[in-house]
């Protein structure tokens, strides 16, 4: 199984990036999908939740900004992310719930200047 994250960067406070995660090795429609963040000196926290049956949890500091989506048939999910504060800044890590294991991908950095 592998996750491929993409699409962090740079951004300024207000600004918006989109995240997007490819999984291979598994079969992506029955996958429960989230996304995590994890700051310097922070744990790791779940950040959006969707679920092979398309609900959605978020974490209460992103609701109303973030959006994840998932596109089964490109084994993609995304992450919206939007009206960015510099609190925001994290490495973001895509996962997958399959079979009663969860595999991560490698994180990919986000970076909101103020």
């Known amino acids: 199984v592998q996750l491929q994250a993409s699409g962090g960067g740079l951004v300024q406070a207000g600004g918006s990036l989109r995240l997007s995660c490819i999984g291979s090795?598994?079969?992506?429609?029955?996958?429960?999908m989230g996304w995590y963040r994890q700051a310097p000196g922070q744990q790791r926290e779940s950040v959006a939740q969707?679920?092979?049956?398309?609900?959605?949890n978020y974490a209460d500091f992103v609701k109303g900004r973030f959006t994840i989506s998932r596109d089964n048939a490109r084994s993609t999910v995304s992450l919206q992310m939007n009206s960015l504060k510099p609190e925001d800044t994290a490495v973001y890590y895509c996962a997958a719930f399959w079979q009663s294991r969860t595999y991560w991908g490698q994180g990919t950095q986000v970076t909101v200047s103020s």
């Open positions: 090795g598994l079969i992506f429609r029955f996958c429960d």
């Open positions: 969707l679920t092979s049956g398309d609900t959605t």
